[in-house]
């Protein structure tokens, strides 16, 4: 399949998303270069005057940057946080190979998605209330 091809399927696949996962290598400034270019693509595909979909950045491979002698990485928490403040993301680490931080982003999106379901549709303690 070409590039721009896979670009077209993506963006159809983005149309309905209801949350992002944004994924870099902290050892690859390039790969933390790309996700300012697929939020932007994602996000594109929603209304502007609707709300900003809400996501994760996620910097995987934390295990590489070891001590200042030994690190093989080029991205810093603080730039990678930094970024996931301005584009409205919370930010994790996490470390795939070493099942660090794995959990944590899923659990924050489960959590996000059950407390936008409970505001939507009323959680039951305020369905009681209004008996």
């Given at each position: 399949m070409s590039?721009?091809?896979?670009v077209?399927?993506n963006?159809?696949?983005f149309?309905?998303?209801?949350?992002v996962?944004v994924v870099f290598?902290v050892a690859?400034?390039?790969?933390?270069q790309?996700?300012?270019?697929?939020?932007q693509?994602i996000r594109?595909t929603?209304?502007s005057?609707?709300?900003?979909?809400?996501g994760?950045?996620?910097?995987?491979k934390?295990?590489?940057?070891?001590?200042s002698?030994?690190?093989r990485?080029e991205v810093?928490a603080?730039?990678?946080q930094?970024?996931?403040?301005?584009?409205g993301?919370k930010?994790?680490?996490?470390?795939?190979s070493q099942?660090l931080g794995?959990n944590?982003p899923?659990?924050?999106?489960?959590?996000d998605?059950?407390?936008?379901?409970?505001?939507?549709s009323g959680?039951p303690?305020?369905?009681m209330?209004?008996?």
């Amino acid at each position: 399949m070409s590039l721009l091809c896979q670009v077209g399927t993506n963006s159809r696949n983005f149309e309905n998303a209801a949350f992002v996962v944004v994924v870099f290598d902290v050892a690859s400034r390039e790969s933390f270069q790309s996700c300012g270019r697929w939020l932007q693509q994602i996000r594109s595909t929603r209304p502007s005057s609707g709300p900003q979909i809400p996501g994760v950045l996620l910097a995987n491979k934390i295990d590489l940057r070891g001590d200042s002698l030994s690190s093989r990485a080029e991205v810093t928490a603080k730039e990678a946080q930094v970024f996931a403040e301005e584009n409205g993301l919370k930010y994790f680490e996490c470390s795939a190979s070493q099942g660090l931080g794995v959990n944590e982003p899923f659990q924050y999106i489960a959590n996000d998605f059950h407390e936008g379901y409970e505001e939507a549709s009323g959680s039951p303690e305020n369905m009681m209330d209004e008996m």
